[in-house]
């Protein structure tokens, strides 16, 4: 079946789940009447409908005619959602999957049906521009699936398959690693406004510079130390104000932020 003769809902329709809906059809892959969107408060979606979204607040019977099930809730808000749509649920012809934090791909199945595919996704908030760094794994969902759901999410930035017992990694690397790495473009430009910038220029400045410096690792595959040693001369203005940022901690602050993150992330499903 072609992507495009696909239907998917999205149960959830919130940040993540309305990014991808519109990734999805701005891709062109899927247009925006093969994709169902539920969430309980219908108002919110009444302008996705006005575009042509399917929209329902029936979990049970916006899964039953789809063929890639979406699940994009909060953990909190995951049990009550399988109990509502377990009858209407065909694990033999549906390919499951989810987004939800913490939550395994054993967990959803012990909630639905043991032979069901199910495939964890975990994108960031950039998914929004296409641009979302987006790790997927599952424990049991053939090659062909896995294909399927790399070229959905493909649609909207750059995927990568990783074990799943590096899920919850992957959530404090690059999910919540946005807001980190947000963070670090904030404080620059507070240190652009100290050295003379209006605040307003300072934060596009700092942020234009962060994006060129993924950019040369990205597009030129190069190490950041590479790319660091042409900015260092001897002596110079960048090494002083590095080596002063590492002694203050920079590097440990972010490994340590990062691990604590993952252990947060592992307990989110499990934990009251
Ligand atoms: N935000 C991130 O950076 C990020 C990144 C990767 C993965 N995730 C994961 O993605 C999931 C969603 O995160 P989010 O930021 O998109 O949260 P969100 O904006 O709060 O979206 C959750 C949506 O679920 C809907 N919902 C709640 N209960 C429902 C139910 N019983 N039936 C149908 N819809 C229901 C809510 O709308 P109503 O209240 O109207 O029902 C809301 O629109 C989370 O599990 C999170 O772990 C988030």
């Given at each position: 079946m072609?992507?495009?003769e696909?239907?998917i809902?999205i149960?959830?329709s919130?940040?993540?789940?309305?990014?991808?809906a519109?990734g999805?059809v701005k891709?062109?892959?899927?247009?925006a009447?093969?994709?169902t969107?539920t969430?309980?408060?219908?108002?919110?979606?009444?302008?996705?409908?006005e575009?042509?979204?399917?929209?329902?607040?029936?979990?049970a019977?916006?899964?039953k005619?789809?063929?890639i099930i979406?699940?994009?809730?909060?953990?909190?808000?995951?049990?009550?959602?399988?109990?509502?749509?377990?009858?209407a649920?065909?694990?033999?012809?549906?390919l499951?999957t989810?987004?939800?934090?913490?939550?395994?791909c054993?967990?959803?199945?012990e909630?639905?049906f043991?032979?069901?595919q199910?495939v964890?996704?975990m994108p960031n908030?950039s998914?929004?521009?296409q641009?979302?760094?987006t790790?997927?794994a599952?424990?049991?969902a053939?090659a062909e699936?896995?294909k399927?759901?790399?070229?959905?999410?493909?649609?909207v930035?750059?995927t990568?398959?990783?074990?799943?017992?590096?899920m919850?990694?992957a959530?404090?690397l690059?999910?919540?690693?946005?807001?980190?790495?947000?963070?670090?473009?904030?404080?620059a430009?507070?240190?652009?406004v100290?050295?003379g910038?209006?605040?307003k220029?300072?934060?596009?400045?700092?942020?234009?510079?962060?994006?060129?410096?993924?950019?040369?690792?990205?597009?030129?595959a190069?190490?950041?130390e590479?790319e660091?040693?042409?900015v260092?001369?001897?002596?110079?203005?960048?090494i002083?104000?590095?080596?002063?940022m590492?002694?203050?901690g920079f590097?440990?602050?972010?490994i340590k932020g990062?691990?604590t993150?993952?252990?947060i992330?592992g307990?989110?499903?499990?934990?009251?």
């Amino acid at each position: 079946m072609k992507s495009t003769e696909q239907k998917i809902t999205i149960i959830g329709s919130g940040n993540i789940g309305l990014s991808l809906a519109k990734g999805l059809v701005k891709s062109g892959l899927y247009p925006a009447n093969s994709i169902t969107l539920t969430r309980r408060n219908l108002s919110g979606l009444a302008a996705y409908a006005e575009q042509g979204f399917l929209i329902s607040n029936d979990n049970a019977e916006a899964v039953k005619n789809a063929d890639i099930i979406v699940l994009a809730v909060l953990p909190q808000q995951v049990n009550k959602v399988l109990d509502q749509i377990k009858t209407a649920v065909n694990p033999d012809r549906q390919l499951f999957t989810s987004v939800v934090s913490g939550v395994t791909c054993k967990n959803i199945r012990e909630k639905l049906f043991d032979q069901l595919q199910v495939v964890r996704v975990m994108p960031n908030t950039s998914i929004a521009i296409q641009e979302s760094m987006t790790c997927i794994a599952s424990d049991n969902a053939s090659a062909e699936s896995l294909k399927l759901v790399k070229e959905i999410f493909d649609t909207v930035g750059i995927t990568i398959q990783i074990n799943e017992e590096l899920m919850t990694s992957a959530t404090a690397l690059c999910a919540c690693g946005i807001a980190f790495f947000l963070r670090a473009i904030r404080a620059a430009s507070q240190g652009g406004v100290e050295v003379g910038f209006h605040a307003k220029d300072a934060l596009m400045m700092a942020a234009q510079t962060a994006k060129g410096a993924a950019d040369l690792l990205l597009q030129l595959a190069s190490h950041p130390e590479h790319e660091i040693d042409k900015v260092t001369s001897p002596k110079g203005c960048t090494i002083a104000g590095l080596n002063e940022m590492e002694h203050n901690g920079f590097s440990s602050a972010m490994i340590k932020g990062i691990k604590t993150s993952a252990k947060i992330a592992g307990e989110l499903y499990t934990k009251e």
